[in-house]
């Protein structure tokens, strides 16, 4: 296997795309979802960034929308009380699927994505990059003095 090298991209996902139809009624959806206040301006008229407490950002964005998406999930949201975040789904009117091995379930925006909500252990990190290699240079050699 090869060695890690230094990479100018790091190994963090900084933020998810979400396509959907309507970027105020997706703003105000994700935003009940999530427990969040609907802060923050639509950008360009077709980007909503949802506010999260943690890690990677979520990104709505209403431009050329093409979906549903709905063969595989998007991605999932984590929670620590599976049972919960089925009722809470359920309350908000999402479709939502039965709990799967105790600990996912699948459900859909109301753009027909299809996200997960999972109560699993966190991702291990990433190793850390591996140092810069160093640059070494010849000293400046003085011109003699005459």
Same mark, same amino acid.
């Not at 600990?103 to 109560?119: E, H, R, T, Y």
């Given at each position: 296997?090869?060695?890690?090298?230094?990479?100018?991209?790091?190994?963090?996902?900084?933020?998810?795309?979400?396509?959907?139809?309507?970027?105020?009624?997706?703003?105000?959806? @994700?935003?009940?979802?999530?427990?969040?206040?609907?802060?923050?301006?639509?950008?360009?008229?077709?980007? @909503?960034?949802?506010?999260?407490?943690?890690?990677?950002?979520?990104?709505?964005?209403?431009?050329?929308?093409?979906?549903?998406?709905?063969?595989?999930?998007?991605?999932?949201?984590?929670?620590?009380?599976?049972?919960?975040?089925?009722?809470?789904?359920?309350?908000?009117?999402?479709?939502?699927?039965?709990?799967?091995?105790?600990?996912?379930?699948?459900?859909?925006?109301?753009?027909?994505?299809?996200?997960?909500?999972?109560?699993?252990?966190?991702?291990?990190?990433?190793?850390?990059?591996?140092?810069?290699?160093?640059?070494?240079?010849?000293?400046?050699?003085?011109?003699?003095?005459?």
């Amino acid at each position: 296997m090869p060695s890690p090298t230094a990479s100018p991209i790091d190994a963090h996902i900084g933020a998810v795309f979400i396509p959907v139809r309507d970027i105020r009624a997706a703003r105000d959806w @994700y935003c009940r979802l999530l427990g969040a206040e609907p802060t923050g301006e639509i950008l360009f008229g077709h980007i @909503y960034v949802v506010p999260m407490r943690h890690g990677s950002g979520l990104v709505l964005d209403s431009k050329d929308f093409s979906g549903p998406h709905d063969r595989k999930p998007l991605f999932h949201f984590n929670t620590t009380d599976i049972a919960a975040a089925r009722a809470s789904l359920a309350a908000l009117g999402a479709p939502h699927g039965d709990i799967v091995d105790g600990a996912f379930l699948m459900f859909k925006d109301p753009d027909g994505n299809l996200l997960m909500v999972a109560d699993v252990p966190p991702a291990p990190p990433a190793p850390p990059a591996p140092p810069a290699p160093l640059s070494v240079t010849a000293p400046a050699v003085a011109a003699p003095v005459a």
